[in-house]
């Protein structure tokens, strides 16, 4: 369980990462030198995994985005090994969900454009040996995103 300095610290980062020892000393009411020691022993306990600048999709070029179900055929460690270890290394995978339900993996992708997407299924997913089936949404608008955990 995270100790209430900890989630006050950890609150502030996810708000401004780029901030100051001393922005976040303050705005956590620590002193400076105690408020690094929790940043770090934060960082080597591995609740911080590491901090990254929040990129606009489309500005960026990244046009579409889509919600991919995916069921495997079989449950066999080969096939979810296969699975798993392709995906985890494809750029347009932001995540990949195992789930209950009518679908064992949920992938969120983003691309450029239809044809970029059109590939990326082509090329990439329906080669992939043991899926079922690929069910896709694409996404019409971002009604909310985010990568805040409600402290």
């Known amino acids: 369980m995270i100790e ?3 989630a006050r610290i950890l609150a502030f980062l996810q ?3 780029r ?7 303050d705005a956590v009411g620590m002193s400076t030198s105690a408020c690094w020691r929790r940043v770090r022993a934060l960082e080597e306990s591995g ?3 590491g901090y990254a600048a929040l990129v606009a999709r489309e500005q960026a070029g990244f046009a579409m985005s889509a919600i991919l179900h995916v069921s495997l055929e079989r449950h066999d460690a080969k096939f ?3 699975f798993v270890g392709r995906v985890t ?7 990949c969900f195992a789930t209950t339900g009518d679908a064992d993996y949920h992938l969120r992708v983003v691309v450029q454009d239809m044809a970029a997407y059109n590939r990326f299924l082509d ?5 992939i040996p043991g899926i079922r089936y690929v069910r896709s949404n694409v996404v019409l608008k971002e009604i909310k995103t985010g ?3 409600p402290f």
């Not at 090329?123 to 080669?127: P, V, Y």
Request: proline residues 0%; aromatic residues 6%; glycine residues 2%.
């Open 4 to 6: 209430d300095q900890d």
């Open 15 to 17: 708000k401004d990462g």
């Open 19 to 25: 901030a100051t020892n001393q922005q976040l000393a």
């Open 47 to 49: 609740a911080i995994r």
């Open 80 to 82: 979810v090994d296969e």
């Open 89 to 95: 290394t494809r750029r347009e995978v932001l995540e």
């Open 123 to 127: 090329d990439f997913m329906f080669r």
């Open 147 to 149: 990568v805040a955990l």
